[in-house]
T-cell receptor
C-alpha cells in the first residue's frame, strides 16, 4: 500500500516570504501525487497533481511542487505567501485499483501566514 | 452544476442511535468514497465504490455500512453510533480515469454524545 508523510504539522510564515510544505511518499511504483488545500470550514480543493509528465508541476494560486524520485519527495512551494494562503494542506498519493485510483492522505500541514 | 452534495451539514446523535449520511453526485462518476477527518490524522478512507453494486472497505470501516444501488448515490450508515465516531465526514467522487482528481462534498460534522 502507498503512504504519505507530511513532515510538519504546522508551518508559520510572514506574508511575502516563501512557503515550503514538505511531503515524502512511499510507493512501489511511479505514483500519482496530489496536493489539496482546505480552507477553514470548507471542503477540499485540488491545488495540483503530478502524473509523470513533468517533474515540476504548477498549480493554482502560484503554488508549485517538484517530484523527486530519488528522494521520494513532493514538496509544495510558493515564492511569496499571501494572507489568503492560510489553510490546511494535504499531500495525497494514489494507488491503482484496476482502472481506478485509491487515494491515501497525509496528516496535513496547517499554514499560518502572519501579517 | 451541483457536483457532490452531502446532507446533513451538522448532526448530533446519542450513543447507540443510527443514522444515514447522504451523498449524491451529478457528474456520472463511477468512483465514490467516504472519508473521516480527525485532527492530526488527515483524511482516512472508510468505504469506497467503483460502480453501482460494488463496494469495498477502506482503512477504517468498522461501525459503518455502505451500499451503491445507483451511480449517483452513496449513503453511509452508522448502525449504532459511538463517541469515537465523532468526526467530520467527507464524500468524494472521481470519474475513475487514471490520475483523475477527487471532487469533495462540503462535509458533515457529526457529534456523538
Amino acid at each position: 500500500a502507498q503512504s504519505v508523510t507530511q513532515l510538519d504539522s504546522h508551518v508559520s510564515v510572514s506574508e511575502g516570504t516563501p512557503v515550503l510544505l514538505r511531503c515524502n511518499y512511499s510507493s512501489s511504483y511511479s505514483p500519482s501525487l496530489f496536493w489539496y488545500v482546505q480552507h477553514p470550514n470548507k471542503g477540499l480543493q485540488l491545488l495540483l497533481k503530478y502524473t509523470s509528465a513533468a517533474t515540476l508541476v504548477k498549480g493554482i494560486n502560484g503554488f508549485e511542487a517538484e517530484f523527486k524520485k530519488s528522494e521520494t519527495s513532493f514538496h509544495l512551494t510558493k515564492p511569496s505567501a499571501h494572507m489568503s494562503d492560510a489553510a490546511e494542506y494535504f499531500c495525497v498519493v494514489s494507488d491503482r485499483l484496476g482502472n481506478f485510483n485509491k487515494f491515501y492522505f497525509g496528516s496535513g500541514t496547517k499554514l499560518n501566514v502572519k501579517p | 452544476n451541483a457536483g457532490v452534495t452531502q446532507t446533513p451539514k451538522f448532526q448530533v446523535l446519542k450513543t447507540g442511535q443510527s443514522m444515514t449520511l447522504q451523498c449524491a453526485q451529478d457528474m456520472n462518476h463511477e468512483y465514490m468514497s467516504w472519508y473521516r477527518q480527525d485532527p492530526g490524522m488527515g483524511l482516512r478512507l472508510i468505504h469506497y465504490s467503483v460502480g453501482a453494486g460494488i463496494t469495498d472497505q477502506g482503512e477504517v470501516p468498522n461501525g459503518y455500512n455502505v451500499s451503491r444501488s445507483t451511480t449517483e448515490d452513496f449513503p453511509l450508515r452508522l448502525l449504532s453510533a459511538a463517541p469515537s465516531q465523532t468526526s467530520v465526514y467527507f464524500c468524494a467522487s472521481s470519474s475513475g480515469t487514471l490520475n483523475e482528481k477527487l471532487f469533495f462534498g462540503s462535509g458533515t460534522q457529526l457529534s456523538v454524545l
